[in-house]
């Protein structure tokens, strides 16, 4: 095992080097500069349409539960392991290049969003089918469908395999375990050296139920489910994350220096600089991608199942998922995890996090581990949901439509979640960041590709609707002045 997770390291370094690092921040800069930085000019406008559907749009969920079904896929263990882990192997300059990634994918985020809308197929039945495989075939040409047939491949690969399932699932028992039976007191069962406690045991099975309960009733029933529990839990943590911030105020810029120095490489040895920055940077960067999943190509999936008849308007709502999840939540997760110094008491995965909200306020280890876990166990609950739909829209794509597969598959996904909380953390996670990379260069060669429509798609909006041509379903801060105006 040891040598085949060795031989998973060097390939999860090939995946995501020096070509993936230049391509994804690549390409959110291209994007950024093409589009005058869009995603910090109309941030405001994108969190208003968030919460301002269209009526009588073609579609399935609204634009809100589209947004939220993503956020439910992406709003997970990365936010809470994923960063901690990020930190413990690149150090807390992993954090400035996940924040940098972040900044730069809300363009790529943006991108996907009105790809998957303009290019998505809606059938005799209202059924919204969307996705990287829509645009690169559609948006590329035919001759391109076996990049769409790749990149729907890795899609459900990575759905049960890696993302989807077995990190998600993982961390939730690991967490559940941490904060019930911390001494492993409670053994199951064994596998060669490894033990396995009933609190493991039993969560597995908990949670694989409430996960086969959720995904049989489809997409509607997930969005559902999502936009109920993604907004609770998101201002449940960060509240408390915040609240770390507020209570250990003064150590905050000796953290930000901290960061920074380790983001350049400046505390390194002589000579060893330049290779603590690429360090920070791909672990940074990969854990970022695996948090917010901008340029993955997972988001516009969830995304053209959104009723809009607008392309840019679902691009807007779309990149708001990247800065909820990454730039809010990602940052405070990893600031708490840095000014209390977590991340240099020899931990591993979530007990670096747990440490962080035990130590960062003033209550014992055991309240701050069962806030987390519950958080911890709700984000990672939604991923899972999320990742369903996901994968199978994959699989729906890579197999014409034959749903007798899907449903097998779905069985699959579900013996999946079961079977990972028995699988190592290393190389759950290492296994997770391939799947992830090889899903993401379908998607960033064909958004590469397209981002002429992207441009132009965009222009003629903001055209429209300096011309009052669009009816954005809310009366803006401008025609209020203007209808305040004809009033005196």
């Not at 400035?96 to 943006?110: D, P, R, V």
């Not at 890795?154 to 890696?162: E, I, M, V």
Request: proline share 2%.
């Amino acid at each position: 095992m040891a040598n085949f997770t060795a031989w998973l390291d060097k390939i999860d370094g090939m995946v995501w080097g020096v070509p993936m690092m230049v391509l994804l921040m690549g390409l959110g800069l291209l994007l950024s500069f093409r589009m005058g930085f869009l995603q910090f000019r109309k941030l405001g406008k994108a969190l208003r349409y968030m919460v301002h559907n269209e009526e009588g749009a073609e579609g399935e969920v609204s634009s809100f539960g589209a947004l939220a079904t993503a956020l439910a896929a992406t709003v997970g263990t990365g936010n809470i392991v994923g960063v901690a882990t990020a930190i413990m192997i690149g150090g807390p300059g992993a954090l400035f290049w996940m924040i940098i990634a972040a900044c730069l994918g809300m363009a790529t985020k943006y991108a996907e969003g009105l790809l998957a809308i303009k290019y998505r197929v809606i059938d005799e039945n209202n059924h919204a089918l969307g996705g990287p495989f829509y645009y690169i075939e559609n948006g590329m040409g035919k001759n391109w469908k076996w990049l769409a047939k790749m990149f729907a491949f890795f899609g459900a690969a990575a759905g049960a395999l890696g993302i989807g399932t077995i990190t998600q699932v993982n961390s939730i028992t690991s967490a559940c375990n941490q904060m019930l039976d911390p001494e492993s007191a409670h053994i199951a069962f064994s596998i060669g050296s490894q033990s396995y406690t009933w609190t493991t045991v039993i969560t597995a099975i908990v949670v694989t139920a409430c996960v086969t309960a959720v995904i049989i009733g489809g997409i509607k029933r997930i969005a559902d489910v999502a936009s109920k529990i993604v907004p609770a839990m998101m201002v449940i943590y960060v509240v408390v994350a915040f609240s770390i911030l507020l209570f250990n105020i003064t150590k905050v810029p000796a953290a930000f220096v901290v960061i920074f120095r380790s983001a350049f490489g400046l505390d390194a040895a002589a000579g060893g600089a330049l290779g603590a920055m690429m360090v920070a940077m791909q672990k940074g960067v990969a854990r970022g991608i695996f948090s917010n999943e901008a340029g993955l190509g997972s988001a516009p999936i969830a995304a053209a199942a959104a009723q809009t008849r607008e392309p840019v308007r679902q691009g807007l709502v779309t990149m708001t998922g990247t800065f909820l999840d990454t730039i809010v939540i990602c940052t405070m997760t990893g600031l708490s995890i840095i000014l209390t110094g977590a991340y240099d008491q020899g931990l591993e995965g979530v007990a670096v996090t747990i440490y962080a909200f035990g130590a960062g306020l003033p209550w014992s280890q055991q309240a701050g581990a069962i806030v987390l876990t519950c958080c911890l166990a709700l984000f990672a609950f939604t991923t899972i949901l999320g990742w369903d739909y996901y994968a199978e829209r994959c699989l729906e794509y890579l197999t014409n439509r034959n749903m007798t597969a899907v449903k097998v598959y779905r069985w699959i996904y579900i013996g999946a979640v079961l079977i990972g909380p028995f699988l190592t953390l290393s190389f759950v996670w290492t296994l997770a960041d391939i799947f992830n990379g090889l899903m993401a260069f379908p998607n960033l060669i064909a958004i590469l590709a397209l981002n002429g429509v992207v441009v132009k798609e965009t222009r003629d909006y903001f055209r429209r609707l300096n011309a009052g041509e669009v009816n954005e379903g809310y009366i803006s801060f401008r025609e209020k002045r203007a209808a305040k105006k004809k009033e005196a």
